[in-house]
């Protein structure tokens, strides 16, 4: 699909690696923190939240969360040393994209859906449903930012320089109405689904613990196709990488067509 863009159609998705953001370093400190708040998360979901739910399977998922968790632990242990992360900074930030994913996606998921369970009026077959529309938005979501991504590069909205002036200003607008409807839409749906069911009363509680997660795991949704890009870019153009030192290589300059010289030999016929 990306086979037949260049390097310069993705420049401006270099920005977070040159500010720094998502530097070999400060992802080196995002995993060592991250190493502590995986547990923190672990517990509070599965001790607090999970200990009264009615959720489905409980003790099968926290087994298969706690081992998964226990290797994301140990890799980002590894990948949090500098003399590591140097040699293998795409592997970093492969786990870095789990990671963050783990902590703001799956745990906060898994938290709503356990706080849910919780009620009263909550039934195993409700949950089960509910999962599926929860998890079907979020597919949807992915696809249309996906999309959405995927046109911006192809219609050259991220080479150097395009950001400025209205019309890429309008276009990136117009461009996030189909995500924007498919993002409303399945929120609605998910509290038209908890009203009926009696599972939300409009209390400051119950939405903190169960639409604050659901927006916050659609927020990691929404920016996981460009985190995949951006990987993709890791492994296809050496200007998406840092060197020894921590510098961000350049990118290379792109001759145009007109100028570019034949280097195959002219034969002269002698007269």
């Given amino acids: 699909m990306f086979r037949n863009l260049c390097e310069e159609d993705f420049a401006l998705l270099r920005g977070p690696l040159e500010s720094g953001r998502q530097s070999p370093n400060s992802l080196g400190g995002i ?10 998360l672990f517990y509070l979901i599965y001790t607090v939240t999970a200990e009264m739910t009615v959720y489905p399977n409980v003790e099968s998922i926290k087994t298969i969360h706690f081992w998964s968790t226990i290797v ?3 890799l980002s242990a590894i990948f949090a040393i500098s003399a590591v992360y140097k040699k293998f900074e795409k592997s970093q930030y492969i786990v870095s994209i789990i990671v963050s994913q ?8 898994l938290g709503a859906l356990f706080s849910i369970g919780q009620e009263s009026e909550a039934t195993e077959e409700f949950l089960i449903t509910f999962t599926y529309i929860t998890l079907g938005v979020a597919a949807a979501l992915f696809l249309a930012t996906f999309m959405r991504l995927y046109l911006l590069l192809k219609n050259g909205r991220y080479r150097e320089g395009s950001a400025k002036g209205e019309h ?14 498919v993002g409303s839409t399945g929120i609605v749906l998910i509290i038209i689904s908890l009203i009926r069911n009696g599972l939300i009363g409009g209390s400051f509680e119950t939405v903190l613990f169960t639409v604050l997660p659901l927006l916050i795991f659609y927020t990691m949704i929404f920016v996981l196709p460009e985190q995949l890009v951006i990987l993709y ?6 200007s998406f990488n840092f060197n020894e030192s921590g510098f961000l290589y350049p ?3 792109m001759k145009p067509i007109s100028k570019r010289v034949s280097k195959r030999p002219v034969k002269i016929r002698k007269g």
Wanted: with cysteine.
């Fill in 31 to 40: 995993l060592f923190l991250g190493c502590f708040l995986q547990w923190l």
């Fill in 168 to 181: 890429r200003e309008k276009f990136d607008t117009t461009s996030y109405i189909p995500v924007a409807i």
């Fill in 233 to 238: 870019c890791k492994y296809r153009f050496k």
């Fill in 72 to 74: 994301l632990t140990i």
């Fill in 251 to 253: 990118m290379e300059e």
């Fill in 102 to 109: 783990n902590l703001f996606g799956i745990f906060l998921y």
